[in-house]
């Protein structure tokens, strides 16, 4: 009997590029709050087998830290990667370095990554929960709300 293969995106109902695609909606300008303050997204519609975003939170008025995350196509996965910023933009990872989130499943609205789940709640609004690991090595789930942001 053949070992069966690792589960893959085409398992789940379509192809990581094809999965992709279904997550266009989420180009354009976003707004809301989460980790204690305003936190703000903008992604560009998918080309090339990607779409990239950039992030930032505000807390008080100021800027905590910034990111740049891609949306990709990685050996047949979909794949969220995420590299962080302070506020004088030096980076918190090495160079050659990201965090990276790969799709698990897909169900309907929801798209559920490695220790991120992002759920489109409406035509203009969605929810992003985050596991964040914390100091004594338990995980806590942050919730980012976000409206569409006309700019």
């Known amino acids: 009997m053949a070992e069966k293969s690792p589960l893959k995106m085409n398992d789940t109902g379509g192809s990581a590029s094809e999965l992709l695609d279904t ?5 354009g300008a976003w707004k809301g709050t989460g980790l204690g ?9 998918p080309e090339g087998g990607a779409m990239m975003g950039m992030f930032r939170l505000i ?12 949306l990709s196509v990685v050996s047949d996965d979909l794949v969220l990667k995420v590299k962080h910023f302070d506020q004088s933009m030096k980076g918190w990872e090495t160079p050659d370095q990201a965090l990276a989130f790969k799709l698990l499943r897909h169900d309907g609205d929801t798209w559920h990554f490695e220790g991120l789940t992002i759920r489109r709640t409406g035509d203009d609004t969605l929810q992003l929960v985050l596991s964040i690991k914390q100091a004594d090595g338990s995980f806590k789930a942050e919730l980012f709300d976000y409206r569409r942001n006309r700019l």
Request: some cysteine; proline content about 0%; glycine content about 8%.
């Open 37 to 45: 303050g305003t936190v703000e997204e903008i992604w560009a519609q």
């Open 59 to 70: 807390q008080c008025g100021c800027i905590v830290f910034y990111e740049f995350m891609t």
């Open 23 to 27: 997550l266009q909606w989420m180009a």
